[in-house]
């Protein structure tokens, strides 16, 4: 009888040597895009235009085993870096990943992306309506979020779920002195970055229906201002939103909510004469939601999508001045002659409270 296991479990060894061969997979995503934005309160007279090759990226994943691999994503923005061009050159992703046999868990290490919201995640160009990716997630939710870290993962039937251990961000870039500037300028971006707080995330959706993704997330830590030692004068801060998106019977809806606190655990002697310097605590939160419906059956098209959407954008960074949220109203556009090519044209109207702008742009984008 343990002759019999025994063959039995060598036996499933060489199968799965065979059908198993460690190796490297390349993918990638990139998209250019032309603005041309305009002043309404001064017979749109022209503000600026531009024609920017925005993001190249490439994805080089390695797998050792079915289980163990490597997964990394290395990015070019705006075509030149170095001298005096501002292009810039970022590694978004390197972390050793473990998956189970079964696909319902796993962990991992190294640099990775924060859960939070839709884009940070799922950020290729043909996976969202708009040329640009929202306001919303430049100001609220920083896309693109990454640095050192690790992470745990598992989905149990409908719901998923995933915790990531993340650096310290960096509260001298949150604050002036004065007040908050949100989030975005506090990524350390996994260089040289310290862990005296460490950043916490957590994050869970449900897919339970057809073409439906809801869920949301809480990112909390500790940010050292510089103003005094790093475990004593800090931004304390979190991140609550909630999301949405339905991908179904021609229907493209997407929305999502944030909101962002920030409190200043001052011990220092920044103030006048020496006194510890405090900055007020202060509220930022926002939303997008973008609604679109595939017409291309009505033009007996088949084997593409093309989807004329309509989409709102606000934003506040302060709630503690007098200065109303910043509104974005969207119409556009997107054609997806296969599903990983993207060509698209939207037009923003954008009140700044006391300035407007009108922006019209052109995109294309691809994955692969």
């Known amino acids: 009888m343990k002759k019999i296991l025994l063959t039995a479990l060598l036996f499933c060894f060489v199968v799965a040597d065979e059908f198993f061969e460690p190796g490297v997979t390349i993918g990638g995503y990139g998209e250019m895009h032309y603005t041309n934005s305009v002043d309404p309160d001064e017979d749109d007279a022209l503000a600026s235009t531009k024609l920017d090759f925005h993001r190249w990226i490439m994805f080089v994943n390695y797998n050792w085993t079915p289980e163990w691999s490597l997964k ?87 719901f998923h779920a995933k915790f990531v251990l993340h650096e310290d961000m960096d509260g001298s870039g949150m604050t002036d002195g004065t007040s908050f500037s949100g989030l975005r300028d506090g990524r350390a971006k996994g260089y040289e970055s310290s862990a005296y707080h460490w950043t916490k995330n957590m994050a869970i959706h449900w897919t339970g229906m057809e073409g439906l993704n809801v869920g949301g997330s809480f990112t909390f830590g500790g940010a050292p201002t510089g103003l005094g030692d790093a475990d004593e004068d800090y931004v304390d801060w979190n991140l609550f939103e909630v999301h949405g998106q339905y991908e179904a019977n021609n229907l493209i809806a997407t929305f999502e909510y944030g909101t962002t606190t920030f409190t200043h655990e001052a011990m220092n002697t920044a103030g006048a004469d020496g006194s510890n310097l405090v900055v007020p605590e202060q509220k930022t939160n926002g939303y997008y939601f973008h609604l679109g419906y595939d017409v291309s059956s009505m033009m007996g098209w088949e084997d593409c999508k093309l989807v004329p959407w309509f989409g709102m954008e606000s934003y506040d960074l302060n709630d503690l001045d007098d200065n109303d949220a910043i509104a974005h109203t969207k119409m556009g556009l997107t054609w997806w002659p296969t599903d990983n090519v993207a060509w698209k044209v939207d037009y923003d109207m954008k009140d700044n409270n006391d300035s407007k702008s009108n922006t019209l742009s052109l995109g294309v984008g691809y994955m692969f």
Not at 80 to 86: A, E, L, P, R, V
Not at 126 to 151: C, D, H, Q
Request: proline letters at 5%.
């Open 72 to 158: 990394s994503e290395l990015e070019i923005e705006h075509n030149m870096i170095g001298g005096d061009y501002g292009g810039y050159v970022e590694l978004e992703q390197a972390y050793v990943n473990y998956h189970n046999a079964d696909g319902n868990w796993g962990y991992g290490a190294g640099v990775m992306l924060i859960s939070a919201g839709i884009i940070n995640e799922t950020h290729e160009p043909p996976t969202f309506l708009s040329v640009e990716r929202p306001s919303y997630n430049k100001y609220i939710i920083p896309t693109t979020w990454f640095g050192n870290g690790a992470m745990a993962y598992g989905s149990f039937g409908d």
